[in-house]
T-cell receptor
Framework: KAGVTQTPRYLIKTRGQQVTLSCSPISGHRSVSWYQQTPGQGLQFLFE???????NKGNFPGRFSGRQFSNSRSEMNVSTLELGDSALYLCASSFGDTTGELFFGEGSRLTVL | QKEVEQNSGPLSVPEGAIASLNCTYS??????FFWYRQYSGKSPELIMS????GDKEDGRFTAQLNKASQYVSLLIRDSQPSDSATYLC???????????FGTGTKLQVIP
């Protein structure tokens, strides 16, 4: 069974640009969560989607948005990039509705110059 | 105050010893707790889940939960150099799949 797939793996952007990251969950998993990981803050919850609905959102500005498609694939978008958005963005999928057992992709490493 | 707190370490133990990793949480509504392991340059992977007070054993790993003290721990017996990684404590809180992570404890197992 294929794992969680995230694309692109690495990307470099400049301040003010926007970026879209993609996540394909494990087949059969309907919940997709997104996290930002930085050395100082650790893993910070961005949002979680289930059956195309955003059920939870973390404390990030409105520049961070996401969506989920009918095939459970998810995208997140960051607009008007800032230097502080440089981070590893991790997507995780889960089979159950509220299990908390997450399977992570390898992440998308974003560098903002 | 962070919702899930861990000592960042590093925690150094000799090979074959017991490594003890600790975590506290602030949300009394949290019901489910997890330990994830993250090797350097890799993504986190789930190694243990615990849902009720007491101990849960899986091979060399034992997770312990004390809801009254809001305390979770992970014991690794017969530590191996391959156990060297950052261990993330996490709690399911805020409903649905909102999993909150601690900042992790770096474990170094010295051969």
């Amino acid at each position: 069974k294929a794992g969680v797939t995230q694309t692109p793996r690495y990307l470099i952007k400049t301040r003010g640009q926007q970026v879209t990251l993609s996540c394909s969950p494990i087949s059969g998993h309907r919940s997709v969560s997104w996290y930002q990981q930085t050395p100082g803050q650790g893993l910070q919850f961005l949002f979680e989607y289930f059956s195309e609905t955003q059920r939870n959102k973390g404390n990030f500005p409105g520049r961070f948005s996401g969506r989920q498609f009918s095939n459970s694939r998810s995208e997140m978008n960051v607009s008007t990039l800032e230097l502080g958005d440089s981070a590893l963005y991790l997507c995780a999928s889960s089979f159950g509705d509220t299990t908390g057992e997450l399977f992570f992709g390898e992440g998308s490493r974003l560098t903002v110059l | 105050q962070k919702e899930v707190e861990q000592n960042s370490g590093p925690l150094s133990v000799p090979e074959g010893a017991i490594a003890s990793l600790n975590c506290t949480y602030s949300d009394r509504g949290s019901q489910s707790f997890f330990w994830y392991r993250q090797y350097s340059g890799k993504s986190p992977e789930l190694i243990m889940s615990i849902y009720s007070n007491g101990d849960k054993e899986d091979g060399r790993f034992t997770a312990q939960l004390n809801k009254a003290s809001q305390y979770v721990s992970l014991l690794i017996r017969d530590s191996q150099p391959s156990d060297s990684a950052t261990y993330l404590c996490a709690a399911l809180s805020g409903g649905y799949q909102k999993v909150t992570f601690g900042t992790g404890t770096k474990l170094q197992v010295i051969p």
